[in-house]
């Protein structure tokens, strides 16, 4: 039963992957009516939140987008930076309820931060420990229980994700449409795009669920 839940996980990971990919080129090639770029719309939501000391500057690479809580800074790719599509000011708004995120000490967020160093230290030392674990799981169950609890932690991380994602793009459609950067003739591609984003992170999180739920078994019947 796990593989094949574990193989239909994939294959929609893929699907949503596919489909993200697929609706940013569609409405890529979508303009903006006025003619704003990717980092115009940042600067301008950022202003009018009040936030004037987080810096939007341009990654390297495609839908690398992401807003650096630690040095205050919302980073937009190449294809979104200096693009005027709606596509890109989807993108842009949606780092920037990041930044708003930051600013309004949103909850989630803050507990997403603390985990930060958890997660990065777990994921330096998870696959090794998993895997002496599983050798072991005989003799010395204690590694794996170990392993276990480290993935725990990304998982949580994952799950946590869920509603800073969702609410970043909240605050962003709420913005887009009262700031008149988007009309009713493109807003819906904006949200559709901002779903599509949204996907990912539930099938991320879903993913890695399965994962430890497949340790935990493993654990649970060692002495079958």
């Known amino acids: 039963m796990y593989w094949i839940l574990f193989i239909g996980i994939a294959i929609i990971s893929y699907m949503v992957q596919a489909n993200l ?4 080129e569609k409405y890529s090639k979508m303009p903006l009516m006025n003619g704003m770029t990717g980092r115009d719309v940042a600067i301008k939501m950022l202003q009018d939140n009040g936030i004037y000391d987080v810096k939007v500057t341009s990654t390297p690479g495609m839908l690398t987008d992401h807003y650096n809580p630690a040095n205050k800074t919302v980073n937009l790719s190449e294809g979104v930076y200096g693009s005027n599509s709606v596509a890109a000011a989807a993108v842009a708004a949606h780092e920037c309820g990041h930044a708003v995120q930051h600013a309004r ?17 777990s994921s330096s030392i998870v696959s090794w420990v998993l895997l002496a674990g599983i050798l072991m799981v005989q003799s010395m169950p204690q590694i794996l229980l170990a392993g276990i609890v480290l993935f725990a ?3 949580l991380f994952s ?17 887009l449409s009262r700031a008149g950067i988007t009309n009713s003739y493109n807003h819906k591609a904006a949200e559709d795009a901002l779903k599509s984003a949204a996907y990912t992170y539930v099938v991320a ?5 399965a994962t430890l739920i497949y340790y935990v078994m493993i654990y649970m019947g060692r002495r079958d």
Not at 114 to 120: K, Y
Not at 164 to 170: F, G, K, L, R, T
């Open 159 to 175: 799950f946590i994700t869920l509603p800073v994602e969702i609410n970043a793009s909240q605050r962003a459609l709420a913005w």
């Open 105 to 121: 000490a949103y909850a989630p967020l803050k507990m997403r931060s603390a985990l930060v160093p958890v997660v990065q230290f």
């Open 153 to 155: 932690a990304t998982t």
């Open 205 to 209: 999180a879903l993913s890695s669920l």
């Open 21 to 24: 990919k697929s609706k940013f």
